[in-house]
């Protein structure tokens, strides 16, 4: 443990400098560059509260709110874990030119799209204010479904970023798996009568749902669900276990597939 505590310490400066590239390349030739951060979940709100209120009659209170922090929350483990799979791939360069841990590659990536994720939350923050949100003292408990997501998301990373040097068909099956996510994780709808229904096993069994739902929990006063809790955060240490042991398991190869 001292020896990895030790190497990681070394490459850390080189890790915050992948992190600053990635965010710095993520808005390259953007006009309005980080501010698209904010922008684009902004709109994205904007357009799905029009759809679901207006033309849906969608009555759910604080309903901006509500579509925003499952929008956010679960566009950062999208664009996270889709970018730690082409991790490997995109460096290939870098790796058979010099030596450099390859894990610092997926970490970089989902670490870089949580900063953004953080940034972000200042949309959040705002449409709290002009929806007239009153925070109180459950906005602390946020911090655990961020912890929980930021854990999920780097091992879930670290999984597909190994499967994605040996199966490029990985990249496309992933894309399909997250739309079948998003409709599992309750970002645009109320999931009562699902979790009152037959079919609750489809929300229970996702983590990201249990994440989502403590989320929007802390931010609209409500308290902490401890079962959502126990499972997403038992789901996720157990996901990002896996993703390390797979990852050290596999990465000495990856230079004679890249």
């Excluded at 560059?33 to 979940?41: D, I, R, S, V, Y």
């Excluded at 991790?87 to 030596?99: G, L, P, Q």
């Excluded at 670490?111 to 459950?138: D, M, R, Y």
Aim: net charge positive; glycine share 6%; charged share 15%.
């Amino acid at each position: 443990m001292k020896r990895i505590l030790n190497n990681f310490n070394k490459y850390r400066y080189l890790l915050g400098e992948l992190v600053r590239k990635d965010i710095k390349l993520k808005y390259r030739n953007s006009v309005l560059g980080l501010f698209w951060t904010m922008l684009e979940p902004l709109l994205t709100m904007i357009v799905l509260t029009i759809v679901f209120t207006s033309l849906m009659g969608r009555t759910t209170p604080h309903y901006p709110v509500y579509i925003l922090c499952g929008r956010l929350l679960y566009s950062y483990f999208s664009n996270g874990t889709k970018l730690a799979l082409k991790s490997i791939r995109r460096n290939s360069a870098m790796i058979r030119k010099v030596y450099v841990p390859k894990y610092i590659y997926p970490l970089s990536s989902t670490l870089s799209g949580f900063i953004t994720f953080l940034i972000s939350l200042i949309v959040l923050f705002a449409v709290a204010v002009v929806q007239n949100v009153k925070p109180t003292w459950h906005i602390l408990e946020a911090i655990f479904p961020m912890l929980t997501l930021l854990l999920l998301t780097v091992g879930v990373g670290f999984i597909l970023a190994t499967l994605g040097v040996f199966f490029r068909d990985t990249e496309y099956l992933w894309g399909v798996i997250l739309t079948l996510i998003m409709y599992a994780s309750a970002i645009f709808y109320d999931p009562e009568k699902i979790l009152k229904s037959s079919n609750a096993w489809i929300l229970k069994y996702n983590p990201l749902f249990g994440i989502i739902q403590n989320f929007r929990n802390a931010v609209l006063g409500a308290p902490m669900n401890t079962k959502y809790f126990a499972y997403s955060a038992m789901f996720s240490v157990v996901t990002l276990i896996i993703g390390v042991f797979m990852f050290y398991k596999k990465q000495d190869k990856f230079v004679l597939y890249i």
